[in-house]
């Protein structure tokens, strides 16, 4: 099992008899009898929405705790990416998946823009001997943010045990349990609005085109959400109505009022919470009528949220 020995070696003649000369010297095994049965599950490739967080999911199969290990053996997680993380890549949220409890940890060192190595350790703030490890039926999900660039990265998941943290990873004494590969890749999404002018007892009307990037592995349960705001300069007058279609003519009516407003969140709108990322793909229409409008000139703005 992991832990620390102590070899002894000791001088013989040729007939076996012991001399006096002997030494000692300590060994320390960071892989145990047990060290096959850890494994990571297969990590999919995410394919994500620049300016939108990610979430990356960790599930391992572990044996039952090595409980005979040396206390000063740590079992962590490590994180790889050639190169470093994407600039102003940030991690926002860490939580622990059980079947019946979900634990969030606050994230103590957030930023990992440029890093090549990232512990798990150093996310939580906190370390797990090698001998409690009982983690099983369990996963860890880490949410990352930050990344506002069209780009693509290999990012390599291990299991590693250690007595003294690592702080170079190609010198430092650590040993690997088990590593998964998967690529991360964030591409744009485009907005594109069209409107017209309207003389005063006609309806305003403008549409908003979406397309998505493909989009694959971005959260687990829907918790990426996707929403949009529209504002406009010019407060919205009292009579003024909006209807809106989703793919089809604005023949629905806002489910909110929207007089006395200068912004006003999509999800009210349609009088329902914002959707998860997970699904799209391809281009969503949204057309919109206001009628009842003041004259006037109205700079109306329809932004994006996730």
């Known amino acids: 099992m992991a832990g620390t020995y102590t070899l002894r070696w000791t001088e013989t003649n040729a007939n076996g008899t012991e001399c006096s000369d002997w030494d000692e010297v300590e060994v320390t095994f960071l892989k145990g009898t047990l060290a096959d049965d850890y494994n990571i599950e297969a990590m999919p490739d995410i394919e994500a929405v620049v300016d939108v967080p990610a979430i990356i ?3 391992f199969n572990l044996p039952e705790p090595d409980t005979g290990a040396d206390a000063e053996i740590i079992m962590d997680g490590l994180f790889y990416v050639d ?13 622990r998946v059980a079947e019946i409890t979900t634990t969030y940890f606050p994230v103590a060192d957030a930023d990992i823009g440029g890093e090549e190595y990232v512990l798990f350790s150093d996310l939580v703030g906190m370390q797990n001997p090698l001998f409690n490890n009982a983690l099983n039926n369990y996963s860890w999900e880490i949410t990352i943010a930050g990344i506002d660039e069209v780009i693509d990265f290999d990012v390599d998941f291990s299991l590693i045990t250690y007595i003294d943290t690592p702080q170079d990873f190609d010198d430092d004494c650590y040993a690997m349990l088990d590593t998964k590969g998967f690529n991360m890749s964030f591409d744009e ?16 009307g403008f549409s908003v085109a979406i397309t998505y990037p493909e989009i694959a592995y ?7 959400t996707l929403d949009a705001k529209i504002t406009t300069d010019v407060e ?18 806002s489910a909110v009022d929207i007089d006395g407003k200068t912004e006003i969140y999509l999800s009210e709108i349609v009088g329902g919470d914002p959707t998860a990322l997970s699904g799209h793909s391809g281009t969503d229409t949204w057309n919109f009528e206001i009628t009842g409008l003041d004259p006037g000139i109205y700079e109306i703005g329809f932004d994006g949220i996730a």
Not at 189 to 203: M, N, P, R, V
Not at 218 to 224: A, E
């Open 218 to 224: 971005v959260d687990i349960d829907g918790d990426i």
């Open 189 to 204: 999404a485009t907005i594109l609005a069209e409107g017209d002018q309207a003389c005063s007892d006609d309806a305003l």
């Open 83 to 95: 190169g470093g993380f994407p600039a102003g890549a940030e991690v926002i949220e860490v939580r």
């Open 236 to 253: 919205f007058n009292d009579g003024a109505t909006l209807l809106w279609g989703y793919n089809a003519p604005a023949d629905n009516a």
């Open 57 to 59: 999911k960790a599930s």
